[in-house]
């Protein structure tokens, strides 16, 4: 999973780079990120966070190869019923 911050919408109240300083920090003016892509140990604690984020600011992004992954699958399952169709 990856995480972003809606710069349009950070308030810049420190929350989040006070709680996991190893993932976010504070610019001029808004957080922002140092890596987007979250450990499965992060998760829990980056989505306590988000609920926490008093603007909201804090979005996840599903991982692309996750997505690709289902695609396959969906395709191998339409072959199949075309194969079906034939005999
Ligand atoms: S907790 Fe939310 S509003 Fe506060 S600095 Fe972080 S992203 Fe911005």
């Known amino acids: ?3 972003k911050i809606d710069t349009s919408r950070c308030v ?3 929350l989040c780079a006070e ?3 190893q993932l976010f920090v504070m610019g001029a003016f808004h957080a922002q990120v140092r890596r987007r892509t979250l450990t499965p140990q992060e998760e829990p ?3 306590q966070i ?3 984020c008093p603007s909201r600011s804090i979005l996840f992004e599903e991982d692309e190869v ?3 992954a289902r695609g396959s699958a969906s395709d191998r399952n339409n072959e199949a ?3 079906e169709n034939e005999g």
Request: glycine share 10%; net charge negative; aromatic share 0%.
């Open 19 to 21: 709680t996991l300083p």
């Open 12 to 14: 810049g109240c420190g």
């Open 50 to 52: 988000a609920e926490d």
């Open 1 to 3: 999973m990856k995480v």
């Open 81 to 83: 019923d075309h194969n």
């Open 45 to 47: 604690l980056v989505a």
């Open 66 to 68: 996750l997505s690709l």
